[in-house]
């Protein structure tokens, strides 16, 4: 099958545009009902409803909420994803957030599905003149929810078909195969209030995060303070530790590091007996996140050493690194450009933050772009979705005219995409990583 790629993008194009203001409230009301990771059922549902609509036979209940449906092509040839995320942030102090579940679409979600929900209308005009097929994926859970449920159940006997090994979403449908028809994906994310209205190609770190868990004695604060081990202290010493680590990063690793203490709830006239120290490393690279991994075991069990308390660290892989494909990259561009001029764009930046997307990108070749659309800082109660178009209806537009880039013609593009970006790793090679980062260590009472 082949068809001109110009013809086939405008009658997408003209579809995307009749329905933009469907788009552009979908993604609206989406904002305004958040739910947190890996109990969206209400988004999924409404995704899912979306796709029905549109002619569709969505699977639902992929890793707890995900859905998938597939757009058939008229000839053989790659599938290329679509991929938006269901999940909120926990941020109760958000101006949206919900009451009960304090999840608020601090980073814009919400407009990644609406984006593919409409990119599914423009491609539904066209599939049958391409050379491939287009899958429609909404992930769960990519911000980092239960770190602890999921550190606790780690070692644990298998549960129900309903556990959760990884703590991000597209870990888990790559785990459970959700992936494996597909050979590319595309995610179009919004980007922070006032930054470039488009950026392509850039590059995030991955992270871990390391728990450690202290355990001391009590004891009266007041009369007899030395016969306590005071658990606190001990995390509060190994916390110091952390921060004297900055600086003995590379600074090709681009460390960013934040923590928090708690301590046990007990009387404040006794010396407490527990406290966790929670960190999240990030770094661009593997190996960089390994090294700094290591850096704060060492300072958590130092802590425990200096106030001899017992110690028990985990720590878990939450995101992989992402590098995107560049040929896909500039497929994407292509697109994105007629709608907000090539002068808008940045590309090939690092960024300090994380995202799943890293995942996929070690098992096939995707792009990342960023559009506008935002006020206001990722994650922070600042961040809102103020124009539904350019967060949802332009994302759609050039989501749908990239497929049909890859996928007429032969699908040539895509399968140039596919010769110059080979995954890093075999799907199995990939969850080894992912389960060999992750460890168990304690260290007893000195």
């Not at 081990?229 to 003995?248: F, G, M, P, W, Y």
């Not at 994302?395 to 749908?400: E, K, T």
């Amino acid at each position: 099958m082949s068809g001109t790629a110009p013809r086939l993008k405008a009658a997408a194009h003209a579809a995307v545009e009749r329905r933009a203001e469907e788009i552009a409230a979908l993604s609206d009301e989406l904002m305004r009902r958040p739910e947190p990771g890996y109990a969206e059922h209400a988004t999924a549902e409404r995704f899912a409803a979306w796709l029905t609509e549109a002619g569709l036979q969505p699977r639902t209940g992929l890793a707890r909420t995900g859905v998938k449906a597939v757009l058939p092509g008229g000839g053989a040839g790659p599938r290329v994803a679509l991929v938006g995320e269901l999940d909120a942030l926990t941020l109760p102090e958000h101006p949206l957030a919900d009451p009960a579940t304090g999840a608020a679409h601090a980073c814009g979600h919400h407009a990644q599905l609406a984006a593919v929900a409409g990119a599914a209308i423009g491609l539904g005009e066209v599939m049958a003149e391409l050379d491939g097929s287009a899958a429609l994926i909404a992930a769960p859970a990519e911000e980092l929810g239960d770190v602890d449920g999921i550190m606790d159940a780690a070692g644990a006997p298998a549960g129900g078909s309903d556990r959760v090994e990884f703590p991000v979403g597209k870990a888990e449908l790559l785990r459970l195969g959700a992936f494996d028809d597909v050979d590319m994906a595309l995610l179009a994310h919004t980007g922070r209030g006032g930054g470039p209205r488009f950026s392509v190609g850039d590059t995030l770190n991955g992270s871990c995060v390391v728990r450690a868990r202290f355990t001391g004695r009590s004891a009266h604060a007041g009369s007899s303070p030395w016969l306590g081990v005071n658990a606190l202290k001990a995390a509060t010493v190994a916390a110091h530790a952390v921060d004297a680590q900055r600086e003995t990063f590379p600074d090709g690793d681009d460390v960013r590091l934040n923590y928090r203490i708690t301590g046990d709830a007990g009387a404040l006239g006794s010396v407490p007996a527990s406290a966790v120290l929670h960190t999240m490393v990030r770094a661009r690279t593997v190996e960089g996140l390994e090294r700094a991994a290591e850096a704060l075991t060492r300072a958590a069990r130092a802590g425990a050493l200096a106030l001899g308390a017992r110690v028990e660290t985990d720590t878990l892989l939450a995101y992989l690194p992402l590098t995107s494909a560049p040929g896909l990259d500039d497929v994407v561009a292509r697109n994105a450009h007629p709608l907000m001029g090539a002068e808008a764009t940045a590309r090939g930046r690092h960024l300090g933050a994380c995202t799943d997307m890293g995942d996929l990108a070690h098992v096939m070749p995707v792009s990342h772009p960023y559009s506008g659309g935002a006020e206001g800082d990722h994650h922070s109660t600042g961040y809102r979705i103020v124009d539904h178009r350019a967060a949802a209806v332009e994302p759609a537009l050039y989501l749908a005219g990239a497929v049909v880039d890859l996928l007429a013609d032969g699908a040539r593009e895509a399968r140039r995409v596919l010769h110059a970006s080979p995954p890093p790793l075999s799907l199995p090679q990939y969850l080894a990583l992912r389960r060999g980062m992750n460890r168990h260590e304690i260290q007893e009472e000195a």
